[in-house]
């Protein structure tokens, strides 16, 4: 009785539903979009599923639709406008889209053949049709090969095909927003899964100020999602970018959970300036000067909660962010609400961390063997009666664990939001090193007035909370005797020197040089880092009414910051008789920092196509942005004692720009994209304050001609070129070309008198300092085979840098330093990226798919000073706590070459002691230091590969640096 009554409501619907549609009054107006997405916009305002096979359509084809109160048919026939063939026909909610009928067979002929046919051997299909979450999808088109027409699934996802002849093997089921697939015939009644078409969102990438197809880029851009990600524990947002994308080498800084990483987009393009890669977060470029305390850049970011990594290399992507964009830039986009009914999502992670390998040292027993042959240890030297393993004394299996809930959803079908809380707990694999991150994330993105304004309001706000260790216990336990004991078992160890943990003695007093105690530094020691964080951002979108084509956008946005780090070591432990007081009196040292950036954006899209074939695009905008940064830091004895006089600074800047954009697009073949950026910054003197950095880039889409847009194999093949500048204003202070003074500490103060009185010391300046401007040229080649089965990229760039920052020396009394830093240097950067990724397996439950990307960079410093003399340089790489320097900057030379003697060897291999070789081969005793190898890389690879088996997955990732040289 049911079925009964639900097949007369479903027939009198579809009746009422026919005799309304075509009078039914439509708006809709996209320009220049695909007709998938037409199709969905459609969808969206009205509830109309258009149904096809995708062979009988070319649903990339571009169109555009301008209706404003049209019937339902006159915007169907915008949409399908160009498509050559085919008919269609409205029945209920369902736009249904077959081939058209020959001229000399209509459709009552047509049945008629299919009558006579009725002697073959035919069968009757039957079957059912769900989604991804085993839901039943109505309106999807089934048809099969040599059946006339097909059917669509009903509200149950059911669908029947009649007189299916014997002889066909496959299915064809599609359906928008659905991949299409070509099921095996296995029986009469079949259930078929549908699986998501995520291809229209790797057609949409993140720009600066805008999106733009992946298809029309004509800039060096690459863009990961979360399923390209590296897989595993990523408590850190830049772990899951490790070898993912070519010219990207990402470093961590130490394997400490929570540790920062360093990022170079193409080696990066200063010697003294940052060469850190501009970070954005959803339209918030964030300050990425350092954290007092050793906290990670973006941390803070929980990488559940990332959408995109975008990854904007050449000039033509960066320009567009002016004076901080030479060193790359680095889009972050989060995850947004979705439609539909609120859904909600946990995941947790756990993980076992050990230590690989460690290094071979010598036991206790073969210590006291070897020691005594060694030339100036006395021959009576009295060891220890322990047997102590130091490395098994500090390192430890740790755990970690990583739990992540959201619920995304639409709140009265107008407003997708999406929530998020996530917590971090990961143990270091060194004793007492642990890292908890608390992460909100929350967004809001409702649209009014028929969709013509938008709001997008996004919060997220972090608790980072590390606990650290003094990292030169990995070097402590390596070199520590090992024939003392952890502790002495002192009865007083409360009062002695080392609160009872082993430390050297000389008599009754502790020793001042002498290495510490591993142990004692993990247990006595209690460094640890808080920081708290908040970023947001409100932004507004308005497409004007009457005028679709123009949309004008304001974007406020702020990310506000505090780091808080403690060192607290108690009273007579044995650090304190090496550093501090060396006396033993205990340290109680405190910090705090505070930042705060705000941001104010007034920019405007507009976008039209004209006669079909030319697209015209152009933005333009203005910026403001203020950064603040506040510092202050005690150092007293755990009494209160003042140790130090407190350091205290306070700093700011402003950046003022304009900028504007402009991109032609003619047949959907040949592009041309133009920017141009002024920025003015507080930090340079009235001449110098602004910069303009322009580019210009060209694309030819070749696989869009006439000769190769049938090729069944090549899918995609781009040629990008570009040329553009770029700036850097992250250098040395907020006020380089300002007359400073330092104020003394008390302890450097003058008695007038009966009074103390502060000194103030001049520093040194340069009114002329300017930005650093790195000029860029890329050519780049996009390719795809087999409906990118395979695809990737090649590029070629150089790069030059002029203006570069330097420290020179001038001439006494001109200056109130003896040196300077200046902009007087220049340098060369030539490299090649490539990239390929394939899936070389896909059936319906197994799918394997790899990657591998490669890059080749070369530097070279090309002027250092006004006259560059042969072997002049430039000292760094500073050796911590020694004063020495064991690298250089020379010209000739790449940044970071390596500046030390050369030992002298042996026929048989072996050192020999005191001799060097000298710069022309000869051996002498003199330690003439030469400038060879160097630290950065010449080349870097990453791979991954991943096992996909119905719900089952297995990824491999890797990555690695040829080329570069580790001083020990």
Known sequence: MYNYKKAIFMASALLCLNMTAAAQQVSL???????????????????????????????????????????????????????????????????????????????????????????????RVTGTIIDENGEPLIGVTVTADGVVGGAITDLDGNFVLEGVPSSTKNINVSYIGYEAKSVLLTGSAMNIKMTPDNK????????????????????????????????????????????????????????????????????????????????????????????????????????????????????SATAIYGSRASNGVIVITTKKGTKGAPKFNYTANFSLSSTAKRLKVLSADEFRKFAPTVSGVPSNVVFGQSNTDWQDEIYRTAFGMDHNISMSGNIMKKAPVRVSLGYTNQNGIIKTNSYKRYTFDGGISPKFFNDHLSLNVNLKASMEDNARIDESVVGNALSYDPTRPVRTGSSTASTDPGLGYFIWMNGNSPMAIQTDNPVAQLELQNLRNKLYRSIGNVSVSYKVHGLEDLQLNMNLGYDVLESKYNKDIPQYAGMMYTANKKDGTGLDFDSKQNKTNTLLDLYANYQHTFGEKHDFSAMAGYGWQHFWKKYNETTLAPDGTELFSPKHYESEYYLLSLYGRLNYTYDNKYMVTATLRSDGSSRFAKGNRYGYFPSVALGWKISEESFLKDNDVLTNLKLRLSYGQTGQQDIINDYPYMTTFSVSYPESSYLFGDKWYNTYRPNGYDRDIKWETTETWNAGLDYGFLNNRIYGSIDVYKRHTKDLLNTIPVISGVNYSAVLTTNIGEMDNKGVEFSINAVPVQTKDFSWSVGLNYTWNDSKITKLNTVDTEGSFVETGAISGTGKFVECFMVGKRPYTFYLAKQAYDENGKPIEGKFVQPDGSIDTKETRQASRCALPKSYLGLNTQFTYKNWELGITGHGSFGNYIYN
């Not at 220049?32 to 037409?38: G, L, P, R």
């Not at 990022?263 to 010697?271: E, F, K, T, V």
């Not at 954005?280 to 305390?293: A, F, H, L, M």
Request: glycine share 10%.
């Open 29 to 123: 107006n996209v320009n220049k979009v695909s007709v998938k997405q037409a199709m969905n916009q459609l969808k969206e305002k009205t509830g109309y599923t258009f149904v096809f096979s995708s062979s009988d359509i070319n649903n990339k084809q571009i169109v555009s639709v301008s209706a404003n109160n049209a019937d339902l048919t006159n915007v169907v026939e915008q949409i399908l406008k160009g498509q050559k063939g085919i008919d269609y026909k409205i029945e209920g909610k369902n736009i249904i889209i077959t081939k058209a009928k020959h001229n000399t067979v209509r459709r009552t002929e047509a049945k008629h053949q299919a009558t006579a046919q009725a002697n073959d051997n035919k069968r």
């Open 200 to 315: 229209q969102l790797d057609d949409v990438v993140v720009v600066g100020y805008g999106t733009v197809k992946k298809n029309d880029l004509t800039g060096s851009v690459s863009a990961i999602k979360p399923d390209e990600f590296n897989k595993g524990a990523n408590s850190s947002a830049q772990d899951a970018l490790v070898g993912k994308v070519a010219g990207v080498n990402v470093v961590s800084s130490s394997g400490a959970p929570g540790s920062g990483s360093t990022i170079r987009i193409r080696s990066g393009a200063s010697l003294s300036a940052s060469n850190d890669p501009l970070i954005v977060i959803d339209g918030v470029p964030v300050d990425n000067s350092s954290i007092e305390g050793g906290g990670n850049l973006i941390g803070s970011i929980n990488p559940n909660d990332i959408e995109t990594f975008t990854v904007l290399k050449d000039a």
